[in-house]
């Protein structure tokens, strides 16, 4: 059974840069599988931050394009997110999640995700 | 961009009534591709229906999917204490993946 965790600061000052690493436990993350984030803010919908696949191609949503880099290390199994000039906008919950390729790539398997406000 | 739109915002029901959600999409696409999450408060959004009419692995038979070209539709036939949440609907056809804004349904 494959899991999910989120781990990096929950405090980020303005205008720096958001960084978090979901680790994957129970399976390989060189599988067929997309590796995402998604985000929460607080009281409001989910939106689609980007993907990653293990042979290091990506897709970012057009919104946030410019801010994010996304990446795989497979030597540790996990992937990362990082996003640059954060304002109190990107006050969110941040999950990882897993498009399967086995349901045809719905997002099937989610972290617990982790709290990240902007704020100085 | 694929813009979902859930309808209707909330659904006030009592246990044992039929729930009916709407996703309506701004353009046609294979219904292969429609997925509905359920998300209670303080926790991660889950897997129900994948494909537009699958269920996940674990979910109760009175979840069901329908739907095609631009028109989805959630069913739960019978609500449980436990399935008074918020809804998603989400299309993974195109980047971005996009997701609507919710339906929550609520104790009446």
């Known amino acids: 059974q494959v899991h999910l965790q989120e781990s990096g600061p929950g405090l980020v000052k303005p205008s720096g840069t958001l960084s978090l690493t979901c680790a994957v436990s129970?399976?390989?993350?060189?599988?067929?599988?997309?590796w995402s984030w998604v985000r929460q803010a607080p009281g409001k919908g989910l939106e689609w931050i980007g993907e990653?696949?293990?042979?290091?191609?990506?897709n970012y949503n057009p919104s946030l394009k410019s801010r994010v880099i996304m990446s795989v290390d497979k030597s540790k199994n996990h992937y990362s997110l990082k996003l640059n000039s954060v304002t109190a906008a990107d006050t969110a919950i941040y999950y990882c999640?897993?498009?399967?390729?086995?349901?045809?790539?719905?997002?099937?398997?989610w972290g617990q995700g982790t709290m990240v406000t902007v704020s100085s | 961009e694929i813009v979902l739109t859930q309808s209707p915002g909330t659904l006030s029901l009592s246990p044992g009534e039929r729930a009916t959600l709407s996703c309506r999409a701004s353009?046609?696409?294979?219904?292969?591709?429609l997925a509905w999450y359920q998300q209670k408060p303080g926790q991660a959004p889950r897997l129900l229906i994948y494909g537009t009419s699958n269920r996940a692995t674990g979910i109760p038979d009175r979840f069901s999917g329908s739907g095609s070209g631009t028109d989805f539709t959630l069913t739960i036939s019978r609500l449980e204490p436990e399935d008074f949440a918020v809804y998603y609907c989400q299309q993974y056809v195109s980047s971005p993946r996009t997701f609507g804004q919710g339906t929550k349904v609520e104790l009446k």
């Open positions: 129970g399976g390989s993350i060189s599988s067929t599988d997309w």
């Open positions: 999640t897993r498009r399967g390729a086995i349901i045809g790539y719905a997002f099937d398997i």
């Open positions: 990653v696949y293990h042979s290091g191609s990506i």
């Open positions: 353009e046609s696409f294979t219904s292969i591709n």
